[in-house]
């Protein structure tokens, strides 16, 4: 199943329907366009032509059917041929609105004539309906929408290989973190016994009251808690398991991004506590590579479905 963007477009057009000339309908050709960028929900705002608005719910339903997220704006309009933009008005209706004038005129002699501007539009009003919009432009979104979908399946699959290339790279700057771990508790359990070593000096030296025993006791102590304080394997190997998580997920495809905004937000929390654990200049560098790393990630899953 594909990895879709949030981010998509698409405009489609509807040629006149020459039919409906003969039957004395105007001939009217369609216009629509599709836009959508990320959102958290699926937002969905309409631009429709005055004649359309009656087909919003149908739109909207046709939206909601395949579209999960995303703030989409559709903008629909139409194109009149020449002989309906002129909406020349037939002999019987000209009679029509001159009779109805010189009757207002006889009750109110000071109402003004009709302009020229005016009559037609009382002949646009009066002109047939053309029955076949609503369907014409149903079927117009379906087009644009399975164009749009293909387009944010592509930039979806363009950001998926970013991940893809960001979780290998956090899982080379694990693989460099792990060994710094047990270099790190080896040099600081030299530095203890150096210290109980001397400590013992002092004790044959000068008879202090500290006697050898108590004085190993707490070097041990403190060897102890210093690699407990900076052992960070469960930290990686939760990262680990997260960053498989999302390759998994990505290859899987579907309705993503919400579980992969919570797996971001889980390595960002292992890569932070590795950094507090750090007591070494290079472990605190690999963990600011890895926040950054993660950062870029949460910017593309922010954009997937």
Known sequence: MPVYSMTGYASCQSPANQANTAIGTPSV??????RSVNSRFLDLSFRVSDELRSTEPALRELITKQLKRG??????????????AQAVPDAHLLLRLRSAQEAIQATLPSATPLSVAQVLQMAVGNQPTDTTLAPRVQALLSEAITAMLAARAQEGARLATTITDRTAQLRAL???????????????????????????????????????????????????????RIDVAEEITRLHSHLDEIDRLLAKGGELGKRLDFLIQEL?????????????IELTRISVDMKVRIEQMREQVQNLE
């Open 29 to 34: 050709a369609l216009g629509l366009e599709i």
């Open 71 to 84: 703030k989409v704006e559709v903008r629909a309009w139409l194109e009149r041929n020449g002989e309906a």
């Open 174 to 228: 694990a693989e460099q973190a792990e060994p710094l771990v047990p270099q790190l508790v080896e040099q600081q359990r030299q530095r203890f016994l150096e210290r109980w070593q001397a400590a013992m000096g002092d004790v044959g030296a000068n008879g202090a009251a500290t006697t050898q025993q108590a004085a190993q006791d707490r070097a041990l102590t403190e060897a102890t808690a210093f690699a407990i």
């Open 268 to 280: 960002h929390r292992e890569a932070n506590t590795l950094g507090s654990k750090s007591s070494s």
